[in-house]
Each structure stands twice: as C-alpha cells, then as structure tokens.
C-alpha cells in the first residue's frame, strides 16, 4: 500500500515509519528537514521537503497515495490549532481525490459521544483543559473538524498518557473506561494506527487505545 505519512520525526510518527517500512508499505513524507529523519531509512522512503500548514505541499505528499497517516504532535511551541489546520488540507485533498483514508492520532482527553464518562474520563478531561490547554483545544477542533467531512473515510485513535516501550501488540481498542492512569506505548500506537489500514470497522469513529 502507499502511505502518506505527517509527524515521521516525532515518537509516533518514528514509530509509524519503521513500523510502515518493515511492513512493506511503500511510504512518502513531507518533513520540513529531511536531516531528522533517521539514516537508516532516508533510503527506503520518498521524501518531501515542505510544511504541511502550505496546502501545496500536502496536495503533492497525498498525490496517488492509498491512504494517510497523521501522527503530527503539539508542543507549547507549535501555532494554533497545527493539526486542525494540517487535517483540513488532507481532507480537502481526498474530498477532490474521493479516495483515501486517514488514519489520524488523537487524544484521550477528547471526549466523543461513545465514551463511557466516568469519573476517570471526566478528570482526563479537567486535567488537559487547565494544564494542556494548547494541545487539548487542538485535538478538540481536529474531531469537530472531521465531523464536517463524513464523505471522506477517516479513523481516528485515541491514546491517553503514551510511553517508551517495547510494542507488544496486545492492546484494547474500543469505547472502553479510561482514566488519567491509563497508557499505552509510542509502539502500540502506530501499531494500531497502521492495522487500520486493512481494517474498516471503525470508520468515522475515534476509539481509545490503551493496555
């Protein structure tokens, strides 16, 4: 399959590339600098240097792709709503496409209609709002934005706290109870991310993942 993949120097997007490359995808990013993607796989991926805020370049990353993943992070640092802006022009693109899927890494704390609210979901909740407030407002415009696009397929998972481990493959992905204890590895992300290439039971549904 040919991948696009967004965030390919951050933890899950590292991840998603190893995990793409060994899997025998055929995958092409767009990085701002193709120096901090690791030098073992420059070779084995088609790279774009660009930034994924200019449509253009997303336009030419997405151009005869199968389907995207998103695995762009937001620090203190990044603009305004970065992955909502970045998602926009990637559903644009398939909309005018009318093919692809988008794979997309969101946030425990953005609560979706499924979710069990129980207490531990109520605090995930409270906790990123006073004190990951760039972030969390991010991921909550970046799922009300891909409620507007369900003639485009998307998927989205939603990790709560995410830690170096070794990828075990045994997880749970559903509208499962969580909490602020709840976690899962940078590994397992991607690994859930890129099965969701082949597996269309969730679209237009965003799951929690997590041990």
């Avoid at 965030?7 to 995808?25: D, F, K, N, W, Y």
């Avoid at 970045?86 to 005018?96: G, Q, S």
């Amino acid at each position: 399959m040919k991948v696009a993949l967004f965030g390919s120097t951050g933890a899950v997007g590292g991840e998603c590339l190893s995990q793409c490359v060994a899997a025998g995808h055929s995958v092409r990013v767009l990085v701002r600098d193709a120096n901090k993607l690791p030098t073992e796989l420059r070779d084995k991926v088609e790279i774009i240097e660009g930034n994924a805020l200019n449509k253009d370049d997303v336009v030419n990353t997405l151009d005869s792709v199968d389907a995207v993943l998103f695995a762009i992070g937001v620090d203190k640092h990044s603009p305004e709503d970065l992955c909502t802006d970045v998602t926009r022009h990637i559903l644009d693109v398939l909309r005018e496409k009318g093919s692809g899927c988008l794979i997309w890494c969101g946030g425990g704390s953005t609560l979706v209609p499924e979710d069990h609210l129980s207490f531990g979901a109520k605090f995930v909740n409270f906790y990123a709002k006073m004190f990951l407030g760039l972030r969390h407002r991010d991921k909550d415009h970046q799922y009300e934005l891909l409620q507007q696009y369900q003639d485009v397929d998307w998927v989205g998972v939603r990790p709560l706290q995410i830690r170096e481990a070794p990828k075990t493959e045994k997880y749970q992905v559903g509208f499962i109870p969580f909490s602020g204890t709840s976690w899962i590895s940078f590994a397992d992300v991607a690994h859930a991310m890129i099965s969701m290439l082949d597996n269309k039971d969730w679209l237009q549904k965003a799951p929690i993942i997590r041990y």
